[in-house]
């Protein structure tokens, strides 16, 4: 057998046994791809039954010297270990040589956030006598309040939201449904903005999608970047700004205002609490607070 049957038959198993997304197959397939040009290099002929742990050492070295960055080379291992699971899954092999191997260590950081200070900053530069002004407006506001990630806010259908019990239903990372509260304001900008829309031309093929574009089509993830990046740019903030951030924000504001872990983990539909764990990650005031606040010990007679 060669590596195209083995990478096929991973392939099928992500699709129908795993449901993962099109975007992380694709990248799983590249993961495999690297481990297979590095074995026509070094091991040619060497099939995956025979690899040992000592070879995909030899593999992390050699990506290493590539000048890949830490991140890279633990995503790229995420895929090789999915597909030794497969193998094992397949009973094509008797264990899996990628389950002792260990990752590059990774600096767990926050990503920029927003103040809520900010956030109005940029919402205030929208013109809304411009087209698509109301559009702009709940599209960020949607993300802030809910804390989405941008294929899911392009994704979002009429038939997702549910005005009166003041929910969205979001369909995630491999096809995962949950639901997730959405405020106030982010309810009523949607509402200005679907007035707006009801009088637009839309395309037969989108009439279910909440956001479009210019052609009445579903609006897309660079659309969203580069409308957001404008706004930026406007408001004179000099952070990294991208669509994710906002979900970063969101995060971050809630943890820090005391919200339940867990509960934080469910809105942003993370699989592992070890995700969502990033957000804990808060300065050290704010952690000396809490402590003083509701340790026994901490507390100031």
């Known amino acids: 057998m060669s590596w195209q049957i083995y990478k096929k038959g991973f392939k099928a198993y992500l699709q129908l046994e795993k449901g993962v997304s099109k975007n992380t197959i694709e990248a799983y397939l590249h993961d495999v791809e690297k481990l297979t040009q590095y074995i026509d290099l070094f091991h040619a002929e060497l099939l995956p039954q025979n690899i040992t742990l000592k070879h995909l050492r030899e593999f992390i070295g050699w990506i290493n010297g590539l000048g890949l960055s830490a991140f890279s080379q633990a995503r790229i291992l995420s895929g090789i270990k999915s597909f030794f699971d497969y193998l094992l899954n ?4 008797a264990s899996s040589p990628a389950e002792l191997l260990e990752s590059p260590r990774l600096s767990r950081t926050l990503p920029d956030v927003l103040s809520a200070d900010e956030i109005d900053s940029i919402i205030n530069f929208i013109d809304l006598s411009e087209p698509f002004a109301h ?3 709940a599209m960020i506001e949607t993300l802030y309040s809910c804390g989405l990630r941008v294929s899911e806010l392009i994704g979002l259908k009429l038939t997702d ?5 003041k929910f969205l239903r979001i369909v995630g990372k491999g096809n995962k449904e949950r639901l997730v509260p959405i405020g106030k304001i ?3 900008q949607i509402e200005h903005y679907l007035k707006a829309r009801s009088q637009s031309k839309i395309d037969p093929s989108a009439r279910n999608i909440l956001f ?3 052609r009445g089509k579903a609006i897309s993830r660079v659309m969203v970047f580069l409308i957001i990046k404008k706004l930026v740019r406007e408001a004179g903030i000099t952070k990294t700004i991208s669509p994710h951030t906002f979900r970063h924000s969101f ?3 809630l943890i820090e205002n005391g919200a339940d872990l867990r509960a934080v983990q469910a809105m942003l539909g993370h699989v592992s609490i070890t995700t969502t764990e990033i957000y804990t990650h808060l300065d050290k005031g704010f952690l000396h607070t809490t402590v003083n606040r509701f340790h026994p010990r901490g507390k100031v007679k």
């Open 90 to 93: 397949e009973d094509l092999i």
């Open 135 to 137: 559009r702009n407006r």
């Open 212 to 214: 479009l574009n210019n």
């Open 186 to 188: 982010a309810l009523k």
């Open 161 to 165: 939201i549910y005005t009166d019990e």
């Open 251 to 253: 995060a971050t504001i």
